[in-house]
């Protein structure tokens, strides 16, 4: 075997290696939907049920300053009128005028303090329900991770929403490389008994 053969085995020897190497170190990639991990998750529909109560209560609250703000709107009425009544005297006309200024300072006052509670209230709820699915999609993360992990994945990948251009992520994925249903297998596993699993969903818009 001359020298220019034995160089060029060695060459293709070593080509062979080289892909090889390369397809063992080719990084294997799964997939998972956290949006529906998160939306499906019996924590967020309890976070979404407390969410529900409280802003019934906070609606009691509206409805009751409301209802003080028409009786007061109802009062400015009857001072106005009375004050404005060419048979009243002129010295009720004039207390009546005054009663009605007052009144309409009042309803000023509890229209700022309806509108500002109002406010308040759906600033609050949307901040809570914020706080809760940040720590949300970090469990599930974790969770993600390990279940890649087991799989044999060193890369997983979010395909459920847009990314700043406002396309998908991921354009297509087989679906055998999708891990959502057994992440939240993985999930329900920690989920109390006393939390029904047909336990009726929720629908609160606090935003995404």
């Not at 529906?36 to 906070?58: P, R």
């Not at 720590?135 to 994945?153: C, P, Q, Y």
């Not at 087989?174 to 629908?203: G, H, L, N, Q, W």
């Amino acid at each position: 075997m001359n020298k220019s053969t034995k160089t060029l085995i060695a060459l293709l020897a070593f080509a062979v290696t080289g892909l090889f190497a390369h397809a063992q170190s080719a990084p294997k990639v799964v997939f998972v939907d956290m949006i529906k991990l998160l939306d499906e998750h019996y924590k967020t529909q309890e976070q979404k049920e407390k969410l529900q109560a409280d802003a019934e209560k906070a609606k009691e609250e509206a409805d009751r300053l409301l209802k003080v703000r028409n009786t007061l709107v109802e009062q400015y009425k009857e001072a106005l009128e009375q004050g404005n009544n060419p048979a009243t005297k002129a010295e009720v006309k004039e207390q009546a005028r005054a009663e009605a200024e007052q009144k309409l300072q009042e309803i000023q006052r509890k229209n700022n303090e309806l509108q500002s509670f109002e406010t308040n209230t759906r600033n609050l709820l949307q901040q809570r329900f914020q706080n809760f699915k940040t720590i949300m999609l970090e469990e599930i993360s974790k969770i993600a991770t390990d279940v890649g992990k087991r799989k044999g994945a060193n890369l997983v990948l979010d395909k459920s929403g847009p990314n700043l251009l406002g396309i998908s992520t991921v354009i297509y994925s087989d679906a055998s490389m999708d891990i959502t249903a057994e992440v939240e297998a993985e999930i329900s596993k920690s989920r109390p008994a006393s939390s029904a699993a047909d336990a009726p969903k929720i629908s609160v818009p606090m935003g995404k």
